[in-house]
């Protein structure tokens, strides 16, 4: 009771707060060529957005914490999320907790993230962050392209929330959209269209969403490796998805893209279950295409 108190006090002030912030967040992993290790090399920051600092991992990878200080979007911010990963590199990426999409003030326009990804020859990136929750009124756009170098992979996740359901608010934002562009050695992979608006659409009719709440996308992709090995993959994952869907509480499908790589779509009742079915299939992915462990991310505050 207390922490939804908090909440709900965090969004009226956010609704009075000033808006249209317009900050960049700029990252550029490399190798060192002493220790072999992942290094963030450089980044420019720009207020509400920060990362700290890459941990090291186990397997000789890093660990950056997305922090946005303010505690979520404002109606009319223009956020930008640039990430380079250098040659060799092993990167993984998370946030500190789920990403709060405020209602906008009387005329305020969209929230925007851009995100402009690029994985450098033989590079790992690993995105894996919390949900997008939009609150009731909520209008958010986000546009990402991602580009693959000869020898990169990718894992890169996407959960969209119902809204706050503690409040009741279940379905009751504006607009998401979300398109994604996916683009390997060159060549385009994936181009993801996404557009809900509630209002219009009933998400919960038996053509759209039913009786699930939360939805997921998930790209795993390793530019070079063959149809074949797509294929196989993308038989054992669904045997794994198989283990964890219960129609009516959650469904999965996958299906390999045009090349380099599949695509898994999940929806859910409940937050949780889709968070565990990611889980499941990062692990198994993980262990196909590159022989280790999936290291689920160390949260900080």
């Excluded at 033989?122 to 020898?151: C, K, M, W």
């Excluded at 998930?218 to 038989?235: K, M, N, Q, S």
């Excluded at 889709?274 to 499941?280: D, K, S």
């Amino acid at each position: 009771m207390v922490i939804a108190k908090e909440i709900q006090r965090e969004a009226d002030s956010a609704i009075l707060a000033p808006s249209r912030v317009r900050a960049s967040l700029e990252l550029d992993f490399a190798r060192d060529a002493a220790t072999g290790r992942t290094v963030l090399a450089s980044s420019a920051q720009e207020p509400p957005l920060r990362v700290v600092r890459a941990f090291p991992l186990a397997d000789g990878s890093v660990l950056a914490h997305l922090h946005n200080v303010s505690g979520g979007l404002l109606g009319g911010d223009r956020l930008t999320l640039s990430v380079k990963i250098g040659a060799g590199t092993n990167v993984q990426l998370t946030t500190t907790g789920a990403t709060r999409v405020y209602r906008p003030r009387a005329g305020a326009s969209d929230t925007t993230q851009t995100n402009e990804i690029r994985v450098a020859e033989n590079a790992l990136l690993e995105y894996v962050p919390d949900p997008l929750i939009p609150f009731a009124g909520a209008r958010y756009v986000q546009r990402t392209s991602i580009h693959l170098a000869p020898g990169a992979g990718l894992f890169w996740w996407e959960i969209v929330a119902p809204g706050r359901e503690a409040r009741g608010e279940v379905f009751k934002y504006g607009r998401v959209e979300m398109r994604t562009d996916l683009i390997a050695d060159g060549r385009l992979i994936a181009a993801e269209r996404v557009r809900l608006e509630p209002g219009n659409h009933a998400l919960l009719s038996p053509a759209r969403m039913g009786p699930y709440r939360y939805w997921a996308t998930f790209y795993i992709c390793r530019v070079g490796l063959d149809a074949g090995a797509w294929l196989a993959a993308e038989t054992r994952l669904r045997e794994v998805a198989a283990q964890f869907a219960q129609p009516g509480d959650s469904l999965w499908g996958v299906s390999t893209l045009v090349a380099d790589g599949l695509v898994v779509r999940g929806v859910a009742r409940r937050g949780r279950d889709v968070i565990a079915g990611l889980h499941a299939l990062w692990r198994e992915a993980k262990l196909r295409l590159y022989g280790r462990e999936a290291i689920p991310p160390r949260k900080v505050n």
